[in-house]
């Protein structure tokens, strides 16, 4: 779960080394080509104002990484620059020396910008919503005021896998001395249930891709005395589910969230990732301080586990067919207690000291 | 039966070029293997740090999608034209197009290096993938051969 700190100055000072190979190497180029083409035997470029062009572009893809390492904090767009230009060439320039006969020392570069290709987006990954990892492996300060120790749960289960979750959660805050309010996300469309036929997962999976929002009746919350708010979503093709996200979508509900601490909580097959992303986000539009994110995934190795949930949406009964499916549907005992476990801890979690906030700031600001 | 040995006529040579190394042909194989291992690979890796990108962008959601499957279906239609190209070979593309799964699935792999928080390779979703590519696959070697 943890993020590799030194992947992170890795993939920084790999960006210097571009960016110096680029700037340094296509100026001594243009300086000195003749002399170089002469010992390594390279024919003269044909069209010597195309090779000054070709190597004017080489250059200020040196100063885009160049500006990826003194400013990592807005890096993002230029890595997408940098991955889609370095591409190009890789392919352009292989494509040139495989089927017409370029010389060797071409590919050189292009096998250069085909690894760069790879550093620049492995660096994307790591720099691209950062607050998640941290959101995910610890539990953040909560909101600093008197705490009421009653939470409000909203999930939505067609499989009951939620449910399972929700239930080791409610308990872990019970066990210290928290109150929960579980209300379950009713959908009014029929075709959100289970079991269910085939042309009505057909039009979830359909509806999930085009993200089409879904129908459901609204929040009965019979308080408002809430100092900390679950969502939990099941994740349906990469994505939150429709009923939980409509959710979110509905104005009235924002006050459910507005000013209280929140935890996102994604069940997934297996890639519970950009559920968790959503659930987070759409928290923090509104309102609320979300002090933890969790991902919980079911039980077994692939191929073998997805195969299981196609199994049980098909036959709705675990382990059918015998030996195909895993024996267990869902999460893992092990997970349920895990589970349990973050309860409690979400019960006891810190409150803001206004000190520690300002070094949070300052830590923020001078990290690379 | 269309007859598409003329197709290259009317397109860019280039373009024309892009058929002939995606048909497997034997002369090319070695440079269209590297080409798609490295945009499969990329592939994963987009995919990956889309994830938790654009999360409010329904065309963003729509490509991570169309990314978890489309070096199989890329590679299904691969092999209904190298087939169709070169029927001798339809068996030797399957082999060829199972060894293609490694580097998509290092694609995903990698990411892990830098990241925990990823699901790394997702062999579920390839399995899948495997489902399109090798039954269309063995469809067009029998149709083709």
Redesign the interface.
């Known amino acids: 779960?943890?993020?590799?700190p030194a992947?992170?100055l890795i993939?920084r000072y790999l960006c210097l080394l571009t960016a110096l190979a680029n700037i340094g190497g296509n100026i001594g180029l243009q300086l000195g080509y003749p002399l170089l083409f002469n010992w390594l035997g390279v024919p003269p470029p044909v069209d010597a104002r195309l090779f000054a062009i070709e190597s004017a572009l080489s250059f200020s893809m040196g100063v885009v990484a160049l500006l990826i390492f003194f400013d990592t904090a807005r890096a993002i767009p230029l890595l997408q620059i940098g991955a889609l230009g370095k591409?190009a060439y890789?392919?352009v320039t292989?494509?040139h020396w495989?089927?017409h006969g370029l010389h060797w020392f071409y590919l050189v570069f292009a096998v250069w910008d085909?690894v760069f290709?790879?550093i620049f987006?492995?660096?994307?990954?790591?720099l691209?919503?950062r607050d998640?990892?941290e959101l995910?492996?610890s539990i953040f300060d909560g909101i600093d005021r008197p705490r009421t120790n009653r939470a409000l749960i909203i999930g939505f289960s067609l499989t009951d896998n939620g449910r399972k979750v929700i239930h080791q959660l409610e308990a872990g805050l019970r066990n210290r001395g928290y109150q929960s309010d579980v209300i379950w996300v009713v959908a009014q469309e029929s075709i959100f249930r289970f079991p269910m036929s085939l042309m009505d997962f057909v039009r979830i999976i359909l509806r999930a891709?085009?993200?089409r929002p879904a129908k459901i009746a609204p929040l009965r919350v019979p308080r408002d005395d809430y100092d900390l708010v679950v969502v939990e979503s099941p994740t349906w093709?990469?994505?939150m589910g429709a009923p939980v996200e409509a959710v979110f979508l509905d104005p009235a509900n924002r006050r459910l969230f507005e000013g209280r601490d929140a935890v996102a909580l994604a069940m997934s097959?297996?890639?519970y990732?950009?559920t968790a992303?959503?659930i987070v986000?759409w928290l923090e539009r509104s309102g609320a301080n979300v002090v933890a994110a969790r991902?919980y995934t079911h039980v077994g190795r692939?191929?073998r586990?997805?195969?299981s949930l196609w199994f049980y949406l098909i036959f709705r009964k675990p382990g059918f067919p015998p030996g195909l499916a895993e024996p267990h549907y869902g999460v893992s005992q092990d997970t349920l207690d895990a589970i349990a476990n973050f309860g409690e801890d979400l019960a006891e979690r810190s409150r803001t000291r206004p000190h520690w906030t300002l070094l949070k700031a300052l830590g923020a600001a001078l990290a690379p | 039966m269309f007859d598409l040995s003329n197709l290259t006529r009317f397109l860019n040579p280039n373009l024309g070029e892009i058929l002939d190394l995606f048909s497997l042909a034997p002369q090319t194989l070695w440079y269209a293997l590297a080409i798609l291992s490295f945009l499969f690979a990329v592939n994963y890796l987009i995919r990956t740090a889309l994830m938790t990108a654009g999360v409010w962008s329904v065309p963003v959601h729509m490509v991570v999608c169309t990314l978890t499957l489309l070096p199989a279906i890329l590679m299904a239609a691969i092999l209904v034209w190298a087939a169709y190209r070169h029927p001798e070979r339809a068996w030797i593309n399957l082999g060829l197009a199972a060894l293609l799964y490694l580097p998509w699935g290092v694609g995903g792999a990698i990411t892990r290096l830098v990241r925990r928080d990823t699901e790394g390779a997702d062999i579920g979703w390839m399995t899948m993938g495997a489902y399109i590519t090798f039954p269309v696959g063995v469809v067009a070697a029998l149709i083709f051969r």
């Open positions: 779960m943890r993020r590799i992947a992170g993939l591409g890789a392919i292989s494509w495989a089927l085909a290709v790879v987006i492995l660096y994307w990954i790591y691209e919503s998640l990892t995910q492996q891709f085009l993200r093709l990469l994505s097959r297996g890639a990732q950009r992303a959503m986000r991902g692939e191929p586990r997805l195969m």
